[in-house]
């Protein structure tokens, strides 16, 4: 047995940054919902912080390995979700993704299964072994993320459906994809894109009003478009300080749509400026360059994986949020890591979190 | 299908990932950041300035705040019309909304017509955006409450609050005061509303119109922040404060016209009463009224086509604008003409029920007798005037009557005054382009005929001749309260024949003020003798139908004679004149006069507690100049030094 892991083998520099992003986003979710209905999220979100941390602390005290042993079990229990929220889940704004569990708690299975499938894309490059990513092996990884994938899609969520896919990538990248191989799988991506997209018939009509407003934010003002158009108003009105916490007019005036969950990057440039926006993604970027050193610094294939697929999952979800909000991407309902207001997405991080803090804290066992 | 991962662990332990490829994806983190830096970039910097701009376009809109109108209050300062707190609902049109779609909705919540909605919108369809379009007002609680309820689906609708007007009742001085209304789309287009906007409210009738710009104040408005519901929150950023319109202190005095009010209850018809030395309007009253509390609040329809089809004319002000025959109150006049000419002094008639004139026979009501002028003006007998009308002839008795004010307006500082008519040889070639017969001034002799007059005409003018000959400019508001340039702006806009002096021998100005208290005594009106007060005046039966006119037949229903009354106290140099017309209410003496008597007493009974009962006595015989009070100080109001009634001796009428 190895040595007995401890609170001294705690990557304190990486909590430390997640704790300030954790506080800022507290204090952003508050001001946010200031005038709203939604007043008290932030000591909701408080909770779930609690809640995420001490997962956080459980899921480290665990090795890894094991997590990545029981993998294709935790695997099949999700898919079983996944059709148990087609069946029996809670719809809520025209999707039907969760499960309600009672006491007012709702489970977002979808949330799950991303980390699920971290721990299974490391389990299976890992089997792989390191030699060179025939056909079928690249197959087999994509059949792993559609699967899921699909399920999720028909919930619908896009936005969900979408952080699968860094995952994948991620695995074909570190797993030894070849240049030539990765070129084949583009080009047929972008038929595949552009027969939908002739179509129209794969998206649904809401997807396909969020691209077309993205493209042209005017052809419908008081929906998709006026979503985008009142971020960037929010965003920019910031200019390079910010006009103060709870000062944010398109915050406080409710003009920004949900400024505590897709929006709140928007609240927060609004309140905090390009200063405080930057500040963030110097925060991110700290945070992401930590995870790549201890996936550098992890003591095998597994570990690595996992870290690297925590990062991509995350990278991911920054660009097309923070992209949204900018008015870079069109608008896909994911949150902001670390930032958002939503228990799912917090306890997604904290355990990933947790699992990382374990591969730290065995990078010298051997 | 998936490998064990137990059984690869002990295989592949020091299998690691490619270095290479993890400091990779440190760059792509790097790059990735780096292109949402330059995104923030675009927005923050580059464009902050511009939705700076739209931010504070979407949060900031401009409300307007209704200055409230000035009170008006009688001229011992007790209040007449005041305002009262109330909200009314304004459509928002910022919202980049289709509001066409919600219009059933509204309709529906506000109980309004649609199409009376859509044409408000089409009204407001050329004024800026950010006018807010007033859709109803005074709005229940049910309304406002329906617009809470739906603040999500209509945020478009907001209530605002308003001081709106609050009229006396049952039509008090209703025509007198007026009544404002908002300007409506055939007003936008006149001249005279060139600057103002839709949705203002204005004075469109009576005092309210007349001294709109006084009473009006200026709007003010408030830059207040919105939420994207439209929804007001925190403080406002900007205001600019309404500037509430000023009081306006009326010449009525509410006891007199609480009196005037009685008298004509019941009748159809007006009540003028006015101080004949300064020319204050001291009651008006028309009837029958109109309610203006339901003119400046929300009109119905059903409201609306009650009053204009109501065959006595409710929206008329008949003090100034009702035009009929005065019938035998225009023997004063005549008296005027005859005795300045020298004709009437020594004129003696002997009445038997009529005399014939011009071939024709006329019919007076009695057999008089031998009548000379003070009982032609005591008796009212016809057959003495239709023989001084045939001696003086139609021009002189139309120079005369023009002096005195007929056919002219008074100049009332009302909207709106009729001007009467007065015939004459030149009128009736410029008017029927015939020649006068001279048998037609016999009937005009008596007060019929073309001749038409208003019953503030006939106060004036009556009051006048009793004044020694000064007439003055009616008004209802004290000249001396406005700035000198808005009276003269006033005068102007209501032009008439204003202050004016008739020169009135003072036998003549005797004569004629004599036998008009003898009428109250021994004379027609003797029924309504007021003792203890010198009260005098004429009475007045105008025949509405030719052939009976003079006789005693006074026919039925709306061919009933008017009946009119014109009196005063003291007779020579009046505190108060009062003309009653009861329309189709037969005899002066029995319709008229029993009403012209109340408002009197009431004058003189309030004067007399007032003064700690000072004399209401008679003037001064005339001496040289026949003018009285030049001071303006009405002789009843005077000190007791200058009367020698001890100052509690009893009132007593002069004879």
Known sequence: MPRISSFRDFDWMLMGLVFLMSIISVLEIKSATLHTRFRGFDHKQIGFLLVGLLLMYLISMIDYHRLVDIAPWA?????????????????????????????GIHFQPSEWVKLVLILMMARYFWGLAGRRLSWADIAKAFALIIVPMYFVLKQPDLGTALTYLPVLVVGLFLGGIRPKQSAVILLLFALLGGAAWVSGKRLKSYQMARITSFINPDTDPRGTGYQIRQSLIAVGAGGLWGKGTNQGTQTQGDFLPIPYTDFIFAAFCEEH?????????????????????????????????IVMGLVAVLLFQIVVNIGMVVGLMPVTGIPLPLMSYGGSSILFTFLALGIVMNIRMRRFVN | MIPSAKLERSIDRDEKVSANKLHATQYIVVLVLAVLAAGMWRLQILGADSYRVLAEANRVRKEPVRAPRGKIFDREGRIMVDNYPSVSCYLLREQGKDLNADIPMIARGLDLPVDQIEATLRRFASSPKYVPIPLKQDITQDEQAFIEAHRNELPELETFDEQRRLYPRDGFAAHLIGYVGELSA?????????????????????VEETYDEVLRGTDGSRDVIVDSHGKEFGKPLAQQLAIPGKDLRLTIDLDVQRAAELAMQGHNGALVAMDPHTGEILAMVSRP?????????????????QIVNDPDHPMMNKAIQAQDAPGSTFKIIMSLAGLEEGVAQDMRVMCNGGGTFYGRFFACDKHHGMVDIEHGIEWSCDTFYYTLAEKLGIDTIAKYATEVGLSQKTGVDLPEEASGTMPSTAWKLKTQHEKWYAGEAISVGIGQGAVQVTPLQLARALGGIASGGVLKRPHVVFPDELPPDMLLAIQSTYPGSGDRVVAITPENWETITDAMAAVTVTGTASAVHLEGIDFAGKTGTAQLVNHSIG????????????????????????????AVLAEHGGWGAEAAAPLAAQVISAFVNKQRKKDGNVLLTDAPKPATSPAPNMNGVPTAMATPAVHPGAPNAPAVKQP
């Open chain 2, 289 to 305: 009224a109109f309610d203006p509390n339901q003119f400046s609040v929300r009109l119905t329809r059903e409201y609306w086509s």
């Open chain 1, 75 to 103: 695997y099949g229990i999700g898919l079983l979700f996944l059709l148990a929220v087609r069946l029996v889940g809670t719809k809520v704004a025209g999707g039907r993704r969760w499960i309600n569990l009672g006491g």
């Open chain 2, 551 to 578: 006789g005693n037949n006074l026919l039925t229903g709306n061919a009933r004679a008017n009946a009119w009354f014109v009196g005063m106290a003291p007779r020579r140099n009046p505190d108060i004149v009062v």
């Open chain 2, 186 to 206: 055939e007003d936008l287009n006149s001249s005279k509303y060139d600057f103002y906007q839709p949705g203002d409210v204005v004075g469109k009738s009576g």
């Open chain 1, 273 to 305: 400026g390009f200063v405080g926006g930057v500040g963030i993604l110097l925060l991110y970027f700290l945070i992401l360059m930590r995870l790549i050193e201890i996936a550098q610094q992890a003591s095998d294939v597994p570990g690595a994986f």
